[in-house]
């Protein structure tokens, strides 16, 4: 039976691209805008449209069920914005975070801010294993600097900058893989697949 994923809309953008490519890779697709809907779910997707204090304000009612699920293995995708809200804070927001991922989202140290377009993604992970470019599409200010050892692949930007994240089941990427051609969709069908085995 096709893995279902529960998609968290917070109301602020298209998620046609993400959930086209998810169904793509095998799986069936809810999006949720009433985020109580997201504890029924066999699998999360937080997608990567929002700034950080509105994406939370929407996830607010179920925060605490949300990071108990995380920390019980529940599947899970975080992209950009949806990783993001996975730390403890963010320099751009002054709410807190979900606080599921040690550590705060600070701004980029680069000579050119926002970091735009494609760049390469150093990773052994297992999402990575078919991919036969490293080539990602990125659109950020800000990035994850976690205070524990989650870090599964960085990027040259300026300095190495860590983009891609795992703890438990959850998986956080600062790239947009449903905007990363054939090296996003193979990230994504690998990520349907560990899904699968761990729902």
Not at 74 to 101: A, H, N, R, V, W
Not at 118 to 140: C, E, I, K, T
Not at 152 to 159: K, L
């Amino acid at each position: 039976m096709a893995l279902k994923v529960h998609m968290a809309d917070y109301g602020v953008g298209n998620l046609h691209s993400i959930r086209k490519a998810l169904e793509n890779c095998g799986a069936k697709v809810e999006v949720v805008t009433d985020m109580r809907g997201l504890l029924e779910a066999e699998c999360i997707v937080l997608p990567g449209v929002g700034a950080f204090d509105k994406t939370l304000e929407r996830l607010q009612p179920v925060r605490e069920q949300l990071v108990d699920m995380l920390r019980s293995g529940t599947p899970c995708l975080g992209i950009c914005i949806g990783m993001q809200i996975l730390f403890e804070g963010s320099e751009e927001g002054k709410e807190p975070g979900l606080g599921f991922l040690s550590g705060r989202v600070v701004r980029l140290k680069a000579e050119r801010v926002p970091h735009m377009g494609w760049n390469s993604v150093q990773s052994n992970d297992r999402l990575m294993r078919g991919v036969q470019s490293p080539y990602f599409y990125f659109a950020h200010s800000f990035h994850g600097s976690p205070r524990e050892d989650v870090v599964v692949g960085t990027t040259d930007y300026f300095g190495r900058v860590p983009t891609l994240f795992k703890k438990s089941n959850t998986y956080g990427t600062q790239f947009h893989p449903e905007k990363s051609s054939a090296s996003g969709m193979t990230f994504l069908r690998n990520f349907v697949r560990f899904a699968e085995e761990e729902r």
